[in-house]
Every structure is written in C-alpha cells, then in structure tokens.
C-alpha cells in the first residue's frame, strides 16, 4: 500500500479564496483523522471519522472549515473563506477500528494564505 | 478533562548519552499509547505503542517505553542517542472505545556532537 496520501503537498493562496485539501486513507482502514499542525497550538485534532461517518469535529475552529467523507477512500477538508491565521500544515491519518493498530500519517499539506 | 502532557519543550543531550521524554495522560481508563517521531518537513512516524501485556515496549531504533498504570505515564527511553535521533517526539492516546487519539505537545530533541 502506498500509506495515507495528501494532495496537494504545499497550497499557496490568497485571503479569501476557498482551499480544498484531499486525503486518501490506507485501503482497509475504516477510521480517518484530520489534524491541523503550527507552531503556537501544536498537533490539535480537527475531526474525525469512523466508517465514513464524522464522530467528533469539536475541534473545527470555525464555521469557514469543513469536512467530508464521501467514501471509504477519500476526504476532503476545506476552508471557505481562508483566511492567514489558516497557516499550517494539515495532516490526515488513517488507522483500522478493527484491529489494535496505530494510525499512520500522511506526508501532510502546508498551506500559506497570504 | 482528559489530556495528554508531554512536560519538556526542548531537551538537548550529547551524543551517546542516555535518553528519557516524559508522557502523562489523564483518562479515566488506561487507554492505548504511543510515541510517534517527527523529522523536520516530515510526517509522523511511529516509533512504538502499548495496547495491554508487557508494560516494557520495544520500538524501532533503538527506542524503548514503559507503561506505568500508577503514575498514569508512558516514557520513552533510549540508553544511546544518535545524532539522526534530532527530531520531534509525540506522545499520543487513544481511548479504545471512542478511537479519539489526541498528542502531547510534543518534545523537541537536540543532539549534541
């Protein structure tokens, strides 16, 4: 298996404008995790899926963030207006609700909005 | 509240000295564990995790942790650091019944020649 891959890899854009970051979870893995990464907040959980269905999104800072799960092999994460305090990287995992696994991590998103 | 801590920000240590970064959780219920290691522009790797059984766990890279129910923690240790072992170490839970898996702050390791 090619592991958890993002798209894209690093996204520049303007205030205002919509973003849309794409995951592909690990084949098998039923359970789906998007993280946002910065220097002053660290790792903080953004939301999470389980078989498609979203568990948790009490960390969605705003009303602009959202996220889907059309299906067992993709996500979306987007940002509607973005706004600069949106910089980070953005980091999906996936992991296998069951089997005791860890979840494994994509290579992340960095995302500037300038 | 239930929350991961990580109490170190930054630790540096001279190559070939001997290792230990703090985890302590607060949850009702011994959760699964697990340490993941950043490098710089990278993701997060796992370096070792803890779901029941021998409370002494090996990892990869010479990396080994130890759960301690009593003190609520899960320290990982390494007897020889590497100059390649400069990166970032997170701690991470997840309670088994609600796959909610939250990290530490992260410890940012320096290595010294």
């Known amino acids: 298996d090619a592991g958890v891959i993002q798209s894209p890899r690093h996204e520049v854009t303007e205030m205002g404008q919509e973003v849309t970051l794409r995951c592909k979870p690990i084949?098998?893995?039923?359970?789906l995790f998007w993280y946002r990464q910065t220097m002053m907040r660290g790792l903080e959980l953004l939301i999470y899926?389980?078989?498609?269905?979203?568990?948790?999104d009490s960390g969605m800072p705003e009303d602009r963030f959202s996220a889907k799960m059309p299906n067992a092999s993709f996500s979306t994460l987007k940002i509607q207006p973005s706004e600069p305090r949106d910089s980070a990287v953005y980091f999906c995992?996936?992991?296998?609700?069951?089997?005791?696994?860890?979840?494994?991590f994509g290579q992340g998103t960095r995302l500037t909005v300038v | 509240a239930q929350s991961v801590t990580q109490p170190d920000i930054h630790i540096t240590v001279s190559e070939g000295a001997s290792l230990e970064l703090r985890c302590n959780y607060s949850?009702?219920?011994?959760?699964?564990l697990f340490w993941y290691v950043q490098s710089p522009g990278q993701g997060l790797q796992l370096l070792l995790k803890?779901?029941?059984?021998?409370?002494l766990v090996q990892g990869i890279k010479g990396f080994e942790a130890e759960f301690k129910r009593s003190q609520s923690s899960f320290n990982l240790r390494k007897p020889s650091v590497h100059w390649s072992d400069a990166a970032e170490y997170f701690c991470?839970?997840?309670?088994?019944?609600?796959?909610?898996?939250?990290f530490g702050a992260g410890t940012r390791l320096t290595v010294k020649p």
């Open positions: 995992a996936s992991r296998s609700l069951d089997w005791d696994t860890e979840a494994f």
């Open positions: 991470a839970v997840v309670l088994y019944n609600n796959n909610d898996m939250r």
């Open positions: 949850y009702g219920a011994t959760p699964y």
């Open positions: 899926f389980n078989n498609n269905v979203p568990i948790d």
């Open positions: 803890y779901f029941s059984g021998d409370t």
């Open positions: 084949s098998g893995h039923n359970s």
